[in-house]
């Protein structure tokens, strides 16, 4: 990723709370040689799971079994799981140049984290069991509906009707090597310009717009 410093991230707090925050995934990976020798990508929710004993953390989900991806993978090359976060078009009517010289142009602010490392294959029932539940967990304890309050658990379907949902899926793991992030919110610009596009970004009536405004707040300097 291109990545300028005044935009680079490199706090692992940071970009562990923008990876749970992130609620789809974009998992890249290579194709073998023999195989279609490719790129590979599939839209999914990954999991952040902390190490054990000091080990490096991890991204856990699940594929389709007829999704090809997991079988046609290179283990030589890292796969890459994409995580996009808050982003908005940035205009540059918003700047003060615009008036002064006109030397201005459109830009887009955004947020991501490319997580890299050795991807790992599940097709243990047990295994992915464990994943199912965690992911479900996860997103049931998320959930802010009227129903929320009685969140399902993979427990509430029938034993037999899960193990046979099982046997139709595999689970990833991605053990995570490095982690790169970018958090481009003008700092690049005069603190006057970044005021004003945060505050005309906040009063959006775009939700997205106004999650970047957020964004800009919590720490675009």
């Not at 990545?3 to 692992?12: G, S, V």
Request: negative net charge; without cysteine; aromatic residues 6%.
């Amino acid at each position: 990723m291109y990545n300028p410093p005044h935009f680079r991230e490199d706090d692992p707090a940071i970009l562990h709370a923008l990876i749970r925050e992130a609620r789809l995934a974009t998992l890249v990976t290579m194709g073998l040689p023999t195989g279609t020798g490719g790129l590979f990508a599939t839209h999914l929710p990954l999991l952040l799971k902390d190490g054990a004993d000091g080990a490096p953390p991890t991204l856990v989900g699940h594929l389709a079994k007829a999704n090809p991806q997991w079988r046609d993978f290179d283990p030589a090359v890292p796969a890459l799981a994409i995580f996009q976060g808050p982003e908005a078009y940035v205009t540059p009517a918003w700047y003060g140049a615009k008036a002064e010289t006109g030397k201005v142009v459109p830009t887009w602010n955004y947020v991501a984290v490319h997580a890299y490392g050795r991807l790992e294959v599940v097709t243990d029932a047990a295994g992915l069991h464990a994943i199912v539940s965690t992911l479900t967990d996860r997103h049931e304890g998320a959930r802010t509906d009227p129903g929320a309050a009685d969140p399902w658990a993979v427990t509430d379907a029938p034993e037999d009707y899960v193990q046979s949902q099982l046997k139709g899926i595999v689970g990833v793991v991605l053990h995570i090597d490095r982690l790169e992030g970018k958090r481009k919110l003008s700092q690049n610009r005069p603190a006057a310009d970044r005021a004003t596009v945060q505050a005309a970004l906040a009063t959006s009536p775009d939700p997205r717009d106004r999650a970047l405004a957020a964004a800009m707040g919590e720490g675009g300097e």
